[in-house]
């Protein structure tokens, strides 16, 4: 199936498995999907099974969100107090559509809470209380860590069972899915490597496969400096990372991370981001980058070397592999519900990559990696590893075992399953008119209270880029939408897109003065307005060239877009 294949059945409200393989671009279809809803003033709830994977999307971990937290069993008394808290209530309450990534991390005993939390506070015994549900992932990924506890099952909602996948709870039957099977690549452009992956996937690796697999093998001492080195264990890649950095000649960089918001959300945020709270950083250092900045050339994984530090900012410079140089400034990493951001986060997107774990590498592209697959215990290990790099050139073995290029038997035939039913959707699909299925998304705009929109070329440039005829350039679409008297917070939302990156449009028209300066006091919040004196004040003793040296001497209490509208203000 197609990314757009799967949107237009997401778009008719069904409840949707959607899978495929590393690269086939899962993400990039839940990203246009949001987008869609936001166009259309609906507002969904985007949460994933872990903290690592709830932060590259900016939403809460599902656990957080429906208020399990770590139960391992839910009590009569549990979901009554779940159901008397005002904000997951009111949470629960508001969400028309819940998206949960990353499922193949999640039990099948929490799936099974999150569906009787729903339905309780959603005074519905439909499945999910009535929510359009979409579940994102890959079994073939590492699969949820199992602790096998004492616990006493009496009184509890949840039938014990020893089943491990999220597709064993009933909440998955009682859902009705229909499973979206991308079929496209996007991450290996390596065809030999591609069918490798594919041999694995689905039990077929032979001895031509293993040919490709022996010629990328290493001795130890050859392998290569610059190249990251995956490992199971933090241990080791706390251990790697600190030894290469203390070889390098020069003087340490120090970047600290700052946030703002409530302490417990911060620190759901700090767990899961890969960025480290402290980076220290030398010329001459390995890096991965850890966000995605497609606009600046990188994404999740583009590895590079610190060549320099800016000498105006103090921000590391990047030269990648493919020897573009970028100047590394930080990000945001932010919780949002509903369109509000609760707690973020600001780091650079960077983390020292001479090691990282096979764990915290998924998600990741990278452009190659040492790895030795001799200890590999677990089936798909080895899969998870190899499909991290995208061609097998990038790839550097130490070694292998022979269930390195094994896969979970289960999984496996679980996999044709899943394909099978994709096949007749896509089937299904294509016997639906144009006219039957705009019907159909028409309808379930109306029933998620959403705000249908008739300008379809508008629908075309924000939601369905693929669908686009002719490039529109991003900044007059924002600068519309700002000359309708629309903030930034409300542009963002309308065009899926952060708040930081309308700012960025926004303050490319005032410096193109194409939005006039009595406009400049809209930029304002009642609280920033207060803190101008304190910020200018900063200006006047620094300068106003340096946002780095204000934003550590008001130790963060601001952000960098903060800082960049007082700057507007002070400048004017």
């Not at 569906?115 to 699969?143: E, T, W, Y």
């Not at 911060?266 to 899961?272: F, P, S, T």
């Not at 030398?282 to 994404?299: D, P, T």
Request: with cysteine; glycine share 6%; charged share 25%.
């Amino acid at each position: 199936m197609t990314q757009a294949q799967a949107l237009t059945i997401l778009k008719t409200g069904a409840n949707v498995f959607l899978t495929g393989e590393p690269g086939s671009g899962k993400t990039h279809v839940v990203n246009e999907y949001v987008a869609y809803l936001r166009v259309h003033e609906i507002e969904p709830a985007v949460t994933a099974s872990t903290g690592i994977a709830a932060t590259h999307i900016g939403g809460f971990t599902i656990h957080s969100w429906c208020g399990i937290g770590i139960k391992k069993q839910l009590e009569k008394r549990d979901l009554e107090k779940i159901a008397s808290s005002g904000y997951i209530k009111k949470r629960i309450n508001r969400a028309k559509i819940l998206i949960i990534d990353e499922i193949s991390m999640l039990l099948p005993g929490a799936l099974a809470m999150v569906d009787i939390v729903c339905r309780k506070i959603k005074g519905n015994d439909a499945s999910f209380g009535g929510l359009q549900i979409v579940l994102v992932g890959d079994f073939f990924q590492l699969p949820p860590v199992v602790r096998y506890e004492e616990t006493d099952p009496q009184g509890s909602l949840i039938q014990e069972s020893s089943a491990r996948f999220a597709y064993d709870s009933p909440a998955w039957a009682a859902a009705n899915l229909t499973v979206c099977y991308l079929g496209e690549q996007y991450r290996q452009d390596d065809a030999d490597f591609l069918e490798v992956l594919t041999a694995i996937r689905c039990n077929r690796f032979e001895n031509r496969h293993l040919c490709h697999i022996a010629k990328r093998k290493i001795q130890r001492h050859s392998a290569m400096p610059s190249a990251p080195k995956l490992f199971s264990h933090n241990i080791d890649v706390d251990r790697v990372n600190e030894e290469m950095l203390t070889k390098l000649p020069g003087e340490q960089k120090v970047f600290l991370m700052f946030s703002k918001g409530p302490r417990p959300i911060v620190e759901l945020l700090r767990r899961g981001c890969l960025a480290p709270e402290k980076l220290c950083l030398k010329i001459g250092a390995e890096v991965m980058f850890v966000k995605n900045n497609l606009k600046e050339g990188f994404v999740n994984g583009t590895l590079g070397r610190v060549e320099a530090f800016d000498k105006t900012d103090g921000w590391p410079i990047i030269k990648t592999r493919n020897g573009r140089k970028i100047s590394a400034e930080p990000m945001d990493w932010a919780l949002e519900e509903n369109g509000v951001t609760r707690a973020q986060i600001t780091q650079l997107p960077l983390r020292l990559a001479w090691a990282i774990t096979v764990h915290k590498s998924q998600g990741m592209s990278m452009d190659e990696a040492v790895m030795d697959l001799s200890d590999v215990f677990e089936f798909g290990q080895g899969y998870v590893a190899l499909s991290r790099v995208r061609r097998l050139a990038g790839l550097h073995l130490l070694g292998w075992n022979e269930k390195a290029f094994l896969v979970h038997p289960e999984i496996l035939a679980k996999d044709k399953i899943f394909r099978a039913h994709s096949n007749r959707a896509k089937e299904f699909l294509s016997n639906i008119s144009s006219t039957e299925l705009a019907k159909r998304h028409e309808n379930f705009i109306i029933a998620c209270e959403g705000n249908l929109r008739t300008n379809e070329d508008l629908s075309k440039k924000i939601g369905d880029r693929w669908e686009r005829k002719e490039k529109v350039d991003t900044h007059v679409v924002t600068l519309a939408l700002w000359n309708e008297g629309k903030s930034i917070a409300q542009i963002a939302k309308l065009r899926g897109l952060k708040e930081a990156t309308i700012f960025c449009h926004v303050e490319k028209l005032i410096n193109n003065e194409k939005i006039k300066k009595n406009d400049f006091p809209r930029l304002l919040t009642l609280t920033l307005k207060e803190s101008l004196p304190e910020i200018h004040a900063a200006f006047r003793e620094i300068g106003v060239d340096k946002l780095s040296l204000i934003f550590a001497k008001l130790v963060g209490r601001y952000s960098y877009d903060e800082l960049r509208i007082a700057r507007i203000m002070y400048q004017k």
